[in-house]
């Protein structure tokens, strides 16, 4: 007798097995007579997953920087602007600014481990 194979997953999907309530599935299966096609229960709570992290804003790509470190590193370069030397040639300001905005290169490397252990949490 053939072993009978489990249809390929997508990829990043996993099967999950979840405990519910007896309240809940009678909630959840209410919910699938409402809907104008019929999905089954695995279906439904994945649909209902997505609805509640797209209404909580939860992205699926990872997040990178927030804005409020953009948002500082611009009114940091616009006041080193205003106050740099303008006697200086415009490719030695830029390299000073460059320099005071992202600091000694050991600083950046202890920023960089923190960003990395921050992220392994």
Known sequence: MPSRELPALKSREAKITVRLSGDLIERLD?????????????????????????????????????????KAAGMAGDMIDCLGDHTATR????????????????FREMRKKQDDARRRK
Request: proline share 4%; aromatic share 4%; charged share 35%.
């Open 30 to 70: 209410r919910w699938i007579a409402s809907q104008k096609s019929a999905v089954g229960r695995s279906e439904a709570v994945g649909r209902l997953a997505e609805m509640a992290l797209d209404h909580v804003a939860v992205s699926s790509k990872p997040k990178k920087f927030s804005r409020g470190a953009e």
């Open 91 to 106: 490719d030695d300001r830029e390299q000073r600014k460059t320099r005071l905005l992202k600091g000694p290169g050991e």
